[in-house]
């Protein structure tokens, strides 16, 4: 069956970094875009980075330039590189995976994981 299993988040302090995993399973990865989005306490959930199969990458204004998205096909796996972290980056974040080019809306992703916490303190 489908897995997305998140993995790499903790507690930072700001200005750190951290490198999120997702392992994926059950589909054929390399056709499928993969996002990375965030929900935040109190707060809707929001795409934070995306990857199209071929390489093509999006990302939210607040995490441009500190934020890196990439994928390794060989390992079914998609990366989210955070630099310079904010308080304001504390959410929950999940990986998706659609197959419908590189949507920002969280309806058109049709697999996710469980999520991981990421916690930035001040």
């Known amino acids: 069956q489908v897995q997305l299993v998140e993995s790499g988040g903790g507690l930072v302090q700001a200005g750190g970094s951290l490198r999120l995993s997702c392992a994926a399973s059950?589909?054929?990865?390399?056709?499928?875009?993969m996002g990375w989005f965030r929900q935040g306490p109190g707060k809707e959930r929001e795409l934070v980075a995306a990857?199209?199969?071929?390489?093509?990458?999006y990302y939210l204004d607040s995490v441009k330039g500190r934020f890196t998205i990439s994928r390794d096909n060989a390992k079914n796996t998609v990366y989210l590189e955070m630099n310079s972290l904010k308080p304001e980056d504390t959410a929950v974040y999940y990986c998706?995976?659609?197959?419908?080019?590189?949507?920002?809306?969280?309806?058109?992703?049709?697999?996710w994981g469980q999520g991981t916490q990421v916690t930035v303190s001040s």
């Open positions: 998706a995976a659609t197959s419908s080019g590189l949507p920002e809306v969280a309806g058109a992703y049709r697999y």
């Open positions: 059950g589909f054929i990865f390399r056709i499928y875009a």
């Open positions: 990857i199209s199969s071929g390489g093509r990458t």
